[in-house]
C-alpha cells in the first residue's frame, strides 16, 4: 500500500513538472486573447456542421491550447486567438451545403462542401 500510493505521488509530480514545461513553451495571449483571424461558417438552408481549428499554441488564461471546436446548424463566427490557422468544417446534416471562410489581413480564404469531405481553409 505505502508502495503504491508513493508511486502514484511520483507519477503525479512527474506529470505536473511535465504540464508546466509545456505550458511555458505556449504564447501567453493577454487580456483579449480572441483578437487574431475572424472565422466565419454559413449554411444558408440550415445545414448541421462542426468546425475544427488548429493553430501554434497558447496559453489563455493559464490554459495551454492549439485547437478550437464548435458545432452548429446555419451562420456562426468568431476569432481565433492568433495570426495563423488550419480550420475545417464538415457537414453533419441537414439540407443544402455548408461554407467556412477564414480572413487574413482583409483577405478572405474560403471553402465549401456538401457531402462527406471536409472543406478546408490553410492561413499561415
Known amino acids: 500500500m ?6 502514484v505521488l511520483a507519477l503525479s509530480a512527474a506529470a505536473v513538472v511535465a504540464g508546466a514545461a509545456s505550458a511555458q513553451s505556449a504564447r501567453e495571449v493577454g487580456q483579449d486573447p480572441y483578437s ?9 438552408q440550415g445545414a448541421s456542421w462542426a468546425l475544427e481549428c488548429g493553430f501554434r499554441p497558447v496559453t489563455i488564461r493559464g490554459v495551454h491550447m492549439n485547437r478550437i471546436t464548435h458545432t452548429g446548424a446555419g451562420r456562426m463566427a468568431g476569432r481565433l486567438p492568433g495570426d495563423n490557422a488550419r480550420c475545417k468544417v464538415t457537414k453533419t ?8 471562410a477564414v480572413v487574413k489581413n482583409g483577405v478572405a480564404t474560403a471553402s465549401g462542401a456538401n457531402g462527406e ?8
Open 2 to 7: 505505502k508502495a503504491s500510493l508513493i508511486s
Open 36 to 44: 487574431g483571424l475572424h472565422w466565419s461558417v454559413v449554411a444558408p
Open 93 to 100: 446534416g441537414g439540407d443544402g451545403a455548408v461554407g467556412l
Open 117 to 124: 469531405a471536409p472543406a478546408v481553409v490553410n492561413v499561415f
